[in-house]
T-cell receptor, first 115, second 114 residues
Framework: AQSVTQPDIHITVSEGASLELRCNYSYGATPYLFWYVQSPGQGLQLLLKYFSGDTLVQGIKGFEAEFKRSQSSFNLRKPSVHWSDAAEYFC?????????????FGAGTRLAVHP | DAGVIQSPRHEVTEMGQEVTLRCKPI?????LFWYRQTMMRGLELLIYFNNNVPIDDSGMPEDRFSAKMPNASFSTLKIQPSEPRDSAVYFC????????????FGPGTRLTVT
């Protein structure tokens, strides 16, 4: 069955520090992978996506993610974190089930940023 | 372009009352999804529609929950009767066929049942 694991529930970093959020997926075929961000009181916003091609994808707000098939991972990175990046981050995999496509979400990682 | 629109943004109701949440998907999108988010269970898919037809409602928790999509621009999620354990944030999302799973989310409705 398709699944997504985000091993870190909470992460705290200092402003200006680098960030890496982990995501591991389970899917039998070539995955469609996504990272979404949810700011407090807001809906989920798409940060970036991977479908095929270059395994390093760039997203909005200075984020990037790297697809590693051998590790079944799609980790999110940012070289220098800003206070406004404090939010919850969700990794998701596109799953084809019953003839239709849907997203399977991880449990999320809550990011806190210290000044 | 307007994104996914949800109303109300906040709803407080008493146990036993009927609650109706509303969603307007992005124009031209033919898939619509209802999710529920809680601290305990995270983000759960409740039901989704394609071309106004319910495709998979296996995530609907029980018969107290029902969802409809009478036309391409409007959907409702109804809880009757509501219970305190239904307190959560309910999200609506939409996407267009061929967009390879990419969904666009509304701002959510925070429901509190007292």
């Amino acid at each position: 069955a398709q699944s997504v694991t985000q091993p870190d529930i909470h992460i705290t970093v200092s402003e200006g520090a680098s960030l890496e959020l982990r995501c591991n997926y389970s899917y039998g075929a070539t995955p469609y992978l996504f990272w979404y961000v949810q700011s407090p009181g807001q809906g989920l916003q798409l940060l970036l996506k991977y479908f095929s091609g270059d395994t390093l994808v760039q997203g909005i707000k200075g984020f990037e993610a790297e697809f590693k098939r051998s590790q079944s991972s799609f980790n999110l990175r940012k070289p220098s974190v800003h206070w406004s990046d404090a939010a919850e981050y969700f990794c998701a995999v596109g799953a084809f089930s019953g003839g239709y496509n849907k997203l399977i979400f991880g449990a999320g990682t809550r990011l806190a940023v210290h000044p | 372009d307007a994104g996914v629109i949800q109303s109300p943004r906040h709803e407080v109701t008493e146990m036993g009352q009927e609650v109706t949440l509303r969603c307007k998907p992005i124009s031209g999108h033919d898939y619509l999804f209802w999710y529920r988010q809680t601290m305990m269970r995270g983000l759960e898919l409740l039901i989704y529609f394609n071309n106004n037809v319910p495709i998979d409602d296996s995530g609907m928790p029980e018969d107290r929950f029902s969802a409809k999509m009478p036309n391409a621009s409007f959907s409702t999620l109804k809880i009757q009767p509501s219970e305190p354990r239904d307190s959560a944030v309910y999200f609506c999302a939409s996407r267009v066929s061929g967009s390879s799973y990419e969904q666009y989310f509304g701002p959510g409705t925070r429901l509190t049942v007292t």
